[in-house]
């Protein structure tokens, strides 16, 4: 367990200072985030590192997980999907269960907690099962922008009994929505094993045991197997940097076990890619191992990330921090973090021929690939910290308790 | 959401009274438990009813669940089945995750309850990280009788420091422990999608939807793919019945995902058993469906129940429940619920004769098969109700918080 002054070298003792100093007011308040997942994806992983932290200030932060049947969670994976802009056939069976779900889960779950943090769209009717004696924050960490009209309308329902809602972009505000809302950026822990800078002898060991090989430089894209995060574009675009650059392309994704779209995903694009697979040229990898993604970042000679969503881009976050270059798509969250031909190169996801030309750019030098990458490390220890994510959690706190 | 008052037409009011009257001295306390899984497996299933029923009679039951990585989970199965009498390599760093995944869940989890009851061994180590303002009681569902001695030893360090250890079995108590040890049986809700009595519409509709033919009496087993239920047994003693009257074998089992074993030892077994499955004479079943099992249960002519380890076996008691006659194997608790000739037949597990006589004996005679189930309807009836463990339950607390 980390403690905040193991993050002293990295931010800096001013800025460990100033979060003990928010938390003053808010000594043995007892906070509860709840989200429907401990392991697999960007909120878990946020969490994770979150909550020893926020204990570490003095307030008491709890964490807990909503409990459903597969059924309830193939339809909050639709739900997801939909916040982004799919359509969704809304319905009764669907809503009724989606509802049940957390009715169920109210019955053997007591609150009497001082704030509650509610994660993402799952447990968002939790707060209709409850006396209410205490603000209730709705944290959405969804792209917002463009939701399908007929589920948001029915969200609100639940959500203008809200007292916040936090979400991860200015753009992903909604008009319509009568509660305060505030925008907190996503953080990623320097300090964890996906971050962490890695010994030459652990990079050698791990790139040896995964069969990574590195005789040539390689492209690397950190993602799920979903269709918004567009890895059959990617490998179209490697095709057109080979032709150019002799080098490989590293595709790493888990397979989320709540997603029951990313095995099918997987398996066309391996069929698609099958040449470039069996000649080495193209790599996938599918395992759960925070170190190797480490590994393939921080040995990467570029980063790709051609998505066309991302609430947020954790995943651009992580490769900024070891000092890469990225070459990403303008959606969701990333221009947030990347400034074009500062920090990386951002492009519209459907100019294909403008990702291979800007990787080729990078490819071909490295003393721009340097300097790109030390600006975003830069930018990542300024802005997209977890101590800054502690301290807009106690700034949140205070505003709504003291 | 079910309530005691549901229960009535099944055990009568008179119990249903007795366990409000029970409750009286404990309005209002707070009682946790806590496990490792919310889904799959025998623990989470009574879990799942017993909640809603504990805080129907009046007391506030909270119910949560350890996180862990993946390794965790791969170290604890290890230790189930050590505690079951396996070999294991008990090394310093598998001791270390062991412990470390406690302390880590120990540090965003506040424990201010009046009781915290503590399911198994993985969260058993999570009493060191607490100030201890409370009696923390031990619930092991598992097959103490002949753990492995070098576990057993490592896990005392945690259990001395509990107030009582809840076993399933008065064989499998503990004469070097100094705790407190009280026998609970399991249990099993009449009421559950597993156990209720479904219409005739719905069980032809199930049958034709999961491809299950009706032409001949099949035998049905209900068991998790795991070596310890012997699922390769149960097919030899089918080929053995088989030569005396036509039928087929059914053995219906869920992939826990938590189980890494059981893949390898359904793929051995589909191998094996090729030609019998082939021909419709065994079919395997992997379904994560209630209501299937339900089903096959409701339609077996007789159930077999070939293990070589059962805990307690709550497969056998929702067979019994269904009014059916049960082979069993005389391991864990199968000799709790079943007596030889009376409500079904217990032998001992290598003796696959035994069984396939007893299975040609039920097959044979429908009389037989009527009789014994419906006294094994009232067996169940009488001690294997989640009414009788919600009973349990509050005598526990009356004993150790009044």
Redesign the interface.
């Known amino acids: ?1 980390r403690s905040l002054a193991d993050y002293r070298q990295i931010v800096g003792d001013d800025v460990i200072h100033s979060i003990c100093l928010k938390a003053r007011n808010l000594y043995g308040k ?1 906070v509860l ?1 709840l989200n429907s997942t ?2 697999g994806g960007g909120v878990a992983e946020m969490l994770v590192s979150l ?2 932290l926020m ?1 570490d200030t003095g307030l ?6 909503l ?1 459903g ?2 059924d309830f969670f193939t339809i909050t994976k639709k739900f997801h999907n939909a916040l982004q802009g799919d359509a969704v056939n809304l319905t009764p069976i669907k809503k009724r269960l989606y509802v049940q779900a957390n ?2 889960f109210s ?4 609150v009497d907690h001082d704030c509650v943090i509610i994660h993402d769209p799952q447990p968002l009717p939790l707060i209709m099962f409850y006396k209410k004696r205490q603000p209730w924050v709705w944290r959405c960490h969804i792209d917002l922008s463009s939701p399908n009209a007929e589920l948001w309308e029915y969200l609100k329902h639940f959500i203008i009994r809200y007292d916040a809602v936090v979400i991860s972009n200015q753009a992903y505000r909604k008009d319509d929505l009568p509660v305060e809302q505030r925008v907190v950026y996503p953080a990623i822990d320097p300090l964890a094993p996906k971050n962490i800078k890695l010994s030459e002898k652990d990079v050698t060991k791990y790139l040896k045991k995964f069969d990574v090989p590195t005789d040539k430089p390689f492209i690397t894209q950190v993602s799920r197997f979903d269709k918004h995060k567009d890895p059959s574009g990617a490998i179209r675009i490697f095709k057109k940097v080979r032709d150019n650059v002799d080098c490989r392309l590293v595709l790493c994704g888990s397979m989320a ?1 709540d997603d029951p779209e990313a095995l099918q995903i997987y398996e066309t694009l391996a069929r698609k890619a099958r040449h470039e697979i069996e000649a080495g040229d193209v790599v996938l990898t599918t395992l ?1 191992n925070d170190i190797l993604v480490n590994v393939l970042q921080e040995t990467a000679a570029v980063i790709l990330q051609k998505s066309k969503k991302e609430g947020f881009g954790l995943a651009v976050t992580e490769a900024l921090w070891k000092g890469k270059a990225v070459v990403a798509s303008r959606v969701g969250g990333i221009p947030l973090q990347l400034e074009d031909g500062v920090n990386g190169f951002l492009l519209e996801p459907d100019d294909e021929d403008g990702f291979a030309d800007r990787l080729v750019k990078v490819l071909e030098d490295p003393s721009l690939a340097g300097e790109l990458g030390a600006h975003g490390r830069e930018t990542v220890r300024e802005k997209f910290l977890i101590t800054r994510l502690v301290a807009d959690h106690l700034d949140l706190l205070n505003d709504l308790l003291t």
């Open positions: 367990m007892h985030h401990y392991q909550l020893p204990n008491d932060a709890g964490w807990r997980i409990h049947h597969p009715e169920d019955v053997y779950t007591h076990t759960e």
